[in-house]
Structure formats: C-alpha cells, structure tokens
C-alpha cells in the first residue's frame, strides 16, 4: 500500500499542490480548528504526511516547532522549495523516524485515508509512541456512517464515522478531548478528532 500510495501521489504532486497545496484552499473552520488546537501544544510539533507543506510552515508561523514528514518524494522537494528552513522529511507514518515520549503533539490532516480499516492501529500506535503523555493529536479525515471505502482520486481511501475512529485512538492510547464533523455541497464529509495521549502509555 505504502508504495502505491506514493507512486499516486507522485504522479499527482503537482497537481496536488497546485489546488490543495495552501492556506488559501483551507476550509476557514479548519483553520480556526487547527490554530486553537495547536495553541494548546507545548514542544515539537510532527505534521504527519504533510504534502507540499503548507500546514507545517503554518505551524510555524503560529510560533510552534514544527517540521513535516511525508511518504512522497515530490511533496518534500516542493515543501522544502516553498518554504526554506522549515524541516521536511521523507518518512513513514507507520514507522516514525523520532524517540519515543519526544513530541507535543502531531497533526495528522487527511493523512491515514488510505490506511484499511485492519492497519489503522499501525500509525496511530507510532503517534501513540512519539507524543509524550499529556501531548496533542488532531486527525482530519472523510467522515461517513460506516467504515468503508471509495474511489478516491490517487488510490482507494475509507470513510470513518467519528465514533469508529475515536474507538480506535482509545484503543491506541489516546483520550478523546472533542469531535467535530462538516457537510456541504460538492465535497465529501468532513471530520476532525482532536485527542490527548493518555497520562499512563
């Protein structure tokens, strides 16, 4: 899948960034969303699959720490044209390259829709790992009333109802601190999680 993912992404990167790649494509509800969570963050910031790197510098334009990592080759090259001095990595959310207990917080926007429902724990078990206790996670995702899977426009992608994917952020070790969901005309529904890493791993 992770192959896959990338080879998609990588012949759509341009493309990609061209009409998501900005603040300026960002909904305004989750961009208020995105601020207050990460005012509530103290200490490195991960975006996890951060594309061409538009939330990530974002971030760090809100005064935090952050840096960006993400599967495909083409988005880190374009994140770290656009935006000199922020970090960018090429990564693999399930296999985060950072000790564990070391982050504030990660903000994973859209970044696990392509995940199957069975290896869904996989990443969110290495946020789990790399957020120290008391730090933030907040996930966008396509909500919907079951799980199940679509014709996304790079490679298959799931929606998730809020209740679902909260389960598996409690079942990974995480406490839900609020959930938020968006539906409107020519686009699919939106959720958002935001959770806490539990005190006790």
């Given at each position: 899948?992770?192959?896959?993912?990338?080879?998609?992404?990588?012949?759509?990167?341009?493309?990609?960034?061209?009409?998501?790649?900005?603040?300026?494509?960002?909904?305004?509800?989750?961009?208020?969303?995105?601020?207050?969570?990460?005012?509530?963050?103290?200490?490195?910031?991960?975006?996890?699959?951060?594309?061409?790197?538009?939330?990530?510098?974002?971030?760090?334009?809100?005064?935090?720490?952050?840096?960006?990592?993400?599967?495909?080759?083409?988005?880190?090259?374009?994140?770290?044209?656009?935006?000199?001095?922020?970090?960018?990595?090429?990564?693999?959310?399930?296999?985060?390259?950072?000790?564990?207990?070391?982050?504030?917080?990660?903000?994973?926007?859209?970044?696990?829709?392509?995940?199957?429902?069975?290896?869904?724990?996989?990443?969110?078990?290495?946020?789990?790992?790399?957020?120290?206790?008391?730090?933030?996670?907040?996930?966008?995702?396509?909500?919907?009333?079951?799980?199940?899977?679509?014709?996304?426009?790079?490679?298959?992608?799931?929606?998730?109802?809020?209740?679902?994917?909260?389960h598996e952020l409690r079942?990974?070790?995480?406490?839900?601190?609020?959930?938020?969901?968006?539906?409107?005309?020519?686009?699919?529904?939106?959720?958002?999680?935001?959770?806490?890493?539990?005190?006790?791993?």
């Amino acid at each position: 899948m992770c192959s896959e993912v990338s080879d998609g992404y990588a012949r759509r990167a341009m493309e990609y960034a061209e009409h998501l790649g900005s603040m300026a494509a960002v909904h305004p509800s989750d961009r208020q969303l995105v601020d207050t969570w990460a005012a509530s963050i103290v200490g490195q910031v991960i975006d996890a699959g951060c594309g061409p790197g538009h939330w990530t510098h974002h971030l760090v334009q809100q005064g935090l720490s952050a840096s960006g990592v993400d599967l495909v080759p083409d988005f880190i090259d374009r994140a770290r044209t656009s935006y000199p001095g922020v970090p960018f990595d090429v990564g693999n959310l399930d296999a985060i390259d950072v000790a564990d207990g070391t982050v504030g917080g990660v903000l994973s926007w859209y970044s696990l829709i392509h995940h199957e429902p069975d290896t869904i724990q996989v990443p969110l078990g290495e946020f789990a790992r790399v957020i120290c206790p008391g730090g933030g996670l907040l996930i966008g995702f396509f909500e919907g009333p079951k799980i199940e899977s679509f014709d996304h426009a790079v490679v298959t992608a799931y929606h998730w109802p809020t209740d679902a994917l909260s389960h598996e952020l409690r079942v990974a070790g995480f406490d839900i601190v609020e959930a938020h969901t968006r539906t409107g005309l020519h686009h699919r529904p939106h959720g958002a999680v935001v959770a806490r890493r539990a005190d006790t791993p």
